[in-house]
Each structure stands twice: as C-alpha cells, then as structure tokens.
C-alpha cells in the first residue's frame, strides 16, 4: 500500500467519527462562552503583578471563570505549577493530611502513570515521597484492561481517605475513563465511606464530553494547563478545581498555611490563560479528529491501535503498539520531520525525570513539553508502544501521522 493510499483509506475510515465530536465542541465552547459573559471579564484582567500578588484581580478572575466552566465551588488556576505532575501532588498530598493518622490512599484504575509512581513511590524509594512520609497506598489492579468495581468496594475502608481516579490511559492501554464511569466508581466509593475524597487527574480529558468529573460526582479534580485546558496557548501552568475547602486546602499545600490562594503574582499577565480556555473545545475538537485519523493510519499499517477507530473517545490519547525500538525511532523521527519547532532535530531514546525507563519523543512544540500540541513518546520497553497525542490543528496531524508511516514504510523495504 503506498503512502497516498493510506492517506486516503485512513480519512474515509476517520471522517465518520469526526461528526459526532463536532457538537461537543460547540456545547462546551457555549458553555465556556456563558462562563466569561457570567463572571464579566474584561480585558483589564488580563493584566499582571508582581510582589506578592495581593488584590491581583486578573487571577482572581481566571479562578472564577474555570470553577464556572468546571462546576466547582472554587478553583486554583496557577502558573506556578510547574506541571500537571505538580498540581496533582500538590492536591494529594494536602488531601492526605499527616502521614502519622495512618491516612491510606487508594488508586482505583490500576497503576498510575510513571511521574505519580515517583510521587507516591510505589515501584522504588524517592525521597520525599507519600510512602516515605507514611501514607499507605494501595492500587486496585485493572481487570480485562478496566476498573474493577468489585476490587474498589474493597480497597475502600474507614482509614480511606482518598481515592484517585485517572480518567486518562497514561502510559497503558487500557480504557480512558467517560464521566458515567466515572460516576460509577464515585457512587461505590462514598456508598462504602461518605467521608472518602474522590480525586479525579482530569489530565488529557477535558471537554471530550458535555460533562466535567465533578458533575460525575467527584469532589475535586485537578490537571495542566498545558494539555486539553490551555488551548495549546496557556505557556504554563497547572488547575485545581472542586469543593471550597479541599481547594483552600490545596492552596495552602501550594504557597504556605495562611497564605492560601491570596498571594502569588504572575508579571507577564493573564490573557493566554484566559484565551486558551475559550480555545479549548475548539483545540480538543482538532486532536480527537487527529487521534482518530491516527488510529486509522495505524491500523491500516497493520499494529494493533487503542483505541480502534470507531470507538468513543474520553481522553485525547491514541496508543500503537509497534513491533520493537528501532519502529519507535522511526516513527518518532517521522513525526518529528513535520513539527513547526526543531523539525531538523532526530529524536533518540533518553532518560527523563520521574521516569525508570528511556523515553523517546516527538515533539517539536512552541510551549515546551505541551502534550495538547502535537507529539508522541513512550518508554522504550515491551510492547513498544507510542502514545500520541494533541494537534492545534488537524491537518498537522495529519501531515505528522503520515511522516512517521513514511519513516516506517521506507525502514520496511
């Protein structure tokens, strides 16, 4: 099959898909759009400080307008999360408390992704971590590559409490979570303890439906800004949003006790936080049609894909389980020839903080490291499997997709 083939065969095999995201895109975009014209922004809040960032209006404001948008009480919007990583640790550990209350955690949906197996440090000792600090963790292995309900009922005790849902695949192959499934592990959760904290990693899932996790029932959920919502503008950052106390609670785990969320100045202002949230489901829209069109080419390449073409997309990430490492340079090497930033750059395997095995990315983005532009990496182990994600737009997705099955097909010959 040659390359003009698959680029034809893979779109009629995509464009069926694209149609059903196209009206989630325009709900939650009038939903983002009530959210700006309910809080009355202006472009005044656009504007920085600096010192301590007392009074700062435009932040304030940008924390108004995503717990609107996300259905919280409150939210904690910050460029000085360095990470989704770090907005998710920083939530975890403020929900845990003192490690000596014998506070357990449990994690429902198998192992979490490499950096939070650092966080927590279940596979090896890391300083500073939850285990090292006392928490007790437990993980509820997956089951036919899904939750096991019957596994979190049982994980759940009086000593729970916190439960953390990722709704994203990370680097697996299982399921990403829809918010039914989502409302579902919740319900079980409180049904056995009412005071257990649901905790959902919103990462690479935001506005993949016309509803948030905290509508599923979640108490607080937390993400980056450089994935789903920044809109692939926001040049930093990390969210926070949920119920009033758990957030005042992670503001303080952030800055320090007392602080909170009163202080914390940002000099170059607020406008791409602000305009990458309205991009957002516009943003998302493009990726989802670009991991389909992934899949498609994928599939046609003859590798098994997660999910298939046809599937319902909860999350932005598409898996292709390639047949060694050498294919994992090759596609890297593809994609990356069409990436606007460091196109003449050849990826290799490295290693990466937070990581036990080498990494190979593409990824040539304007924001660094932003998975919500297009890029695709993977730890160099069995199954050699490359996780892509992202695409401002479709059609460099498109032209990405097929440089990697170039790269492939011309290694095949």
């Known amino acids: 099959m040659t390359l003009e083939e698959i680029r034809e065969q893979a779109l009629a095999l995509a464009e069926p898909q694209f149609k059903k995201f196209e ?14 014209k309910a809080c009355q922004v202006s472009d005044y809040h656009f504007n920085g400080s600096s ?8 932040r304030e404001k940008l924390d108004e ?33 003192n490690g000596k209350d014998g506070n357990e955690f449990v994690y429902a949906v198998g192992a979490p992704y490499d950096t939070m197996q650092s966080v927590i440090g279940s ?24 939750y096991d309900l019957e596994g979190i009922v049982d994980a759940v005790n009086e000593n729970t409490r916190v439960v953390v849902i990722q709704r994203s695949r990370g680097y697996s192959t299982r399921e990403p979570l829809s918010i039914a499934d989502i409302r579902t592990i919740c319900d079980v959760v409180k049904a056995k303890n009412s005071n257990t904290i649901c905790f959902v990693d919103n990462c690479y899932g935001e506005f993949t439906e016309l509803e948030e996790p905290l509508e599923g029932g979640a108490d607080i959920m937390a993400g980056s800004l450089i994935k789903n919502a920044g809109g692939g503008i926001a040049p930093t950052g990390g ?9 005042e609670d992670v503001a ?7 602080l909170g969320n009163h202080m914390g100045s940002y000099a170059p202002g607020y406008r791409l936080f602000f305009q990458g949230l309205f991009l957002a489901p516009h943003v998302v829209l493009q990726a989802l049609k670009g991991a389909v069109y992934t899949a498609a080419v994928g599939q046609l390449l003859g590798y098994e894909v997660f999910p298939n073409v046809d599937a319902e997309r909860f999350d932005l990430i598409q898996a292709i389980n390639l047949h060694n490492a050498d294919e994992m340079e090759q596609f890297c090497r593809g994609m990356q020839a069409y990436s606007p930033v460091d196109a003449h750059v050849r990826p290799v395997p490295g290693d990466m903080p937070g990581y036990e095995d080498q990494i190979i990315m ?20 069995p199954p050699y499997t490359i996780f892509m994600q992202g695409g401002l737009v479709f059609e460099h997705s498109m ?13 095949r010959k």
């Open 23 to 36: 009206p989630i895109a325009l709900a939650n975009t009038k939903k983002v759009l009530q959210a700006f």
């Open 51 to 58: 010192g301590y960032g007392y009074n700062d209006s435009g």
């Open 65 to 97: 307008v995503f717990a609107h948008v996300f259905k919280g009480e409150k939210a904690l919007i910050r460029a000085h999360f360095v990470s989704g990583t770090h907005a998710l640790a920083t939530t975890l550990m403020a929900l845990l408390g």
């Open 123 to 146: 596979t090896r000792e890391v300083r500073g971590s939850l285990i090292e600090k006392g928490f007790i963790y437990h993980e509820v292995p997956l089951v036919d590559s899904t």
């Open 239 to 247: 969210y926070v949003v949920g119920r009033e106390d758990l957030v």
């Open 252 to 258: 303080y785990q952030l800055t320090a006790p007392g």
């Open 362 to 381: 593409a990824g040539g983005t304007f924001v660094q490291g932003s998975s919500i532009e297009l890029s695709a990496d993977g730890p160099v182990r």
């Open 399 to 411: 032209l990405g997709i097929l440089g990697a099955a170039e790269e492939i097909l011309a290694n």
